[in-house]
């Protein structure tokens, strides 16, 4: 496994993020792993380097939260090894309080996430998006207090637009208060509308950028071909990878399919170390339902791509409207 610092902070984390949103309680989702059927992937990800491991308090209403604090206190030995990752911001109750990022809530989020963690302080808290509905002045300041408690060593940020990452990068630094280190956003070879605005901010500003979805849902993977149906179960569920996606991206699936058989490795390899070759990127968040995902995500680490190779995966491609914010 190879490390890297996140951003321009002095914190080394894996090249590969373990995203732990497929884990946790299937009566969420019924793509989800349960506790005991997910734990064989985090033995799987220590023992090949990965210190990196991101979840959010809303995966899993929580428990997935609960399965990265019982797996990593199992396997991990040292809490300082593992560079732990969580969110706040989507709703975990139903009063008008339980969601957001006012004070009230980043401080009540924070508590419940530790608790479920089971662990004394966050490496990275992010804020899952952002909230229109509470003065960024008010977030920034109750996240710079966290930090100060020593409830959270560094801060993030997720999907959202380069303007208004930038304002808050700046209220930030005029008030002195801690800033966001990283971003968690919507990137991968079939949608790179980020590297129009805020993968050059984030070099800009000494951010690093941590990719949800790098294999687009898989279809990056290379198991399914153009006009198929279906065969996953999250697949034929998440409604969500409809929004994301369409048919303009099956050409580039197709290039990522052909490179990869010349190679002699798998499509998501290639997926992988094209993203992993960005000048921007840190580290993707990798989902893994099955140990060969895993595998083949820390064989991508030390896969480089030619320059021709680059050029034929990135000429598919077409702009789309933004998505994922």
Not at 13 to 37: D, F, H, K, N, Q
Not at 61 to 89: C, I, N, P, Y
Not at 260 to 289: K, M
Request: aromatic share 10%.
């Amino acid at each position: 496994m190879q490390y890297v610092r996140l951003g321009s902070t002095g914190l080394k984390v894996s090249r590969i993020c373990l995203g732990t949103m497929t884990y946790g309680s299937p009566a969420w989702r019924p793509w989800v792993l349960s506790a005991e059927a997910s734990r064989p992937f985090f033995r799987q990800a220590l023992e090949a380097g990965i210190n990196f491991f991101d979840t959010a308090d809303m995966y899993s209403d929580g428990a997935s939260e609960e399965v990265v604090g019982r797996a990593l206190k199992d396997f991990a030995g040292r809490r300082e090894d593992v560079v732990v990752a969580t969110k706040v911001f989507f709703p975990m109750g139903p009063g008008v309080n339980d969601s957001g990022l006012s004070r009230k809530h980043v401080f009540d989020a924070l508590d419940g996430s530790l608790r479920r963690l089971q662990t004394d302080y966050v490496d990275l808290y992010q804020i899952h998006r952002f909230d229109p509905e509470t003065p960024i002045e008010e977030t920034l300041r109750a996240l710079d207090e966290v930090v100060r408690s020593g409830k959270v060593r560094y801060l993030g940020a997720s999907s959202t637009d380069a303007w208004r990452f930038a304002s808050a990068l700046f209220t930030a630094d005029r008030n002195g208060w801690n800033r966001f280190v990283s971003m968690q956003n919507h990137y991968n070879l079939v949608y790179r509308e980020e590297e129009r605005e805020m993968l050059p901010l984030c070099r800009a500003q000494g951010i690093g950028v941590i990719p949800w979805s790098p294999l687009a849902r898989g279809l990056l993977a290379g198991t399914r071909r153009r006009g198929e149906a279906a065969a996953t179960l999250r697949s034929q569920t998440d409604d969500y990878a409809g929004k994301l996606y369409g048919e303009s991206d099956w050409d580039v699936v197709e290039r990522v399919v052909e490179v990869a058989g010349e190679r002699g490795v798998a499509p998501a390899q290639i997926a992988l170390a094209w993203l992993l070759a960005q000048p921007a990127v840190t580290a993707p968040i990798v989902g893994a339902s099955k140990p060969d995902h895993l595998a083949q995500a820390i064989a991508a680490v030390d896969l480089t791509l030619t320059e021709e190779e680059r050029r034929r995966l990135e000429e598919p491609y077409r702009p789309h409207p933004v998505r994922g914010h």
